[in-house]
T-cell receptor, first 112, second 114 residues
Framework: GENVGLHLPTLSVQEGDNSIINCAYS??????FIWYKQESGKGPQFIID?????DKRQGQRVTVLLNKTVKHLSLQIAATQPGDSAVYFC???????????FGKGTSLLVTP | EAGVAQSPRYKIIEKRQSVAFWCNPISGHATLYWYQQILGQGPKLLIQFQNNGVVDDSQLPKDRFSAERLKGVDSTLKIQPAKLEDSAVYLCASSTGRGNTEAFFGQGTRLTVV
């Protein structure tokens, strides 16, 4: 069936560097995308979202890029900090009334 | 604003026993979700409620899992009888239900079936 997947299961970066986490999706009907951060023992926490009529959205230290042509989503974290260490999930929604469909996640490890 | 509340935080049961989880969504949120998250995987939707009606339960193992959302607020998820493969974190989430918006998650209940 349709799925949302991630290119890299783990990513290790040095503190202060920029991080890029990638995600591929296969459902061309998806029109809403979210990045979640999940720390150990906690539920997923919303980071940033983007709708299909946009290709870029910026938040505080984070940027999400959407390429609908190749069905690719990325999360960029600027000046990565130790507190950014977590598992990051992309999730997609194919329309109002539908539930979010999650990918497998990328573990981000920030080293001093 | 209070977040999504779940209880218990942890539960250990033997296989074939039954267990129930409780969720209190964010006040005013019409849509409530139960997700199952197996270790090392992303959350998988079990059931979605809109107010007190079921919108999607296509991935709920109905022979052993049941869920209800009486009065359109709190919800309970039950497993009876539990199997070893049910060991997972059960996450409750809620959203406003108006258009495409983010879902807010609780801390989850970690279930271990032995």
């Amino acid at each position: 069936g349709e799925n949302v997947g991630l290119h890299l299961p783990t990513l290790s970066v040095q503190e202060g560097d920029n991080s890029i986490i990638n995600c591929a999706y296969s459902n061309s009907a998806s029109d809403y995308f979210i990045w979640y951060k999940q720390e150990s023992g906690k539920g997923p926490q919303f980071i940033i979202d983007i709708r299909s009529n946009m290709d870029k959205r910026q938040g505080q230290r984070v940027t999400v890029l959407l390429n609908k042509t190749v069905k690719h989503l990325s999360l960029q974290i600027a000046a990565t900090q130790p507190g950014d260490s977590a598992v990051y999930f992309c999730a997609e929604n194919r329309g109002t009334g539908y539930a979010l469909n999650f990918g497998k996640g990328t573990s981000l490890l920030v080293t001093p | 604003e209070a977040g999504v509340a779940q209880s218990p935080r942890y539960k250990i049961i033997e296989k074939r026993q039954s267990v129930a989880f409780w969720c209190n969504p964010i006040s005013g949120h019409a849509t409530l979700y139960w997700y199952q998250q197996i270790l090392g995987q992303g959350p998988k939707l079990l059931i979605q409620f809109q107010n007190n009606g079921v919108v999607d339960d296509s991935q709920l193992p109905k022979d052993r899992f049941s869920a209800e959302r009486l009065k359109g607020v709190d919800s309970t998820l039950k497993i009876q009888p539990a199997k070893l493969e049910d060991s997972a974190v059960y996450l409750c989430a809620s959203s406003t239900g108006r258009g495409n918006t983010e879902a807010f998650f609780g801390q989850g209940t970690r279930l271990t079936v032995v």
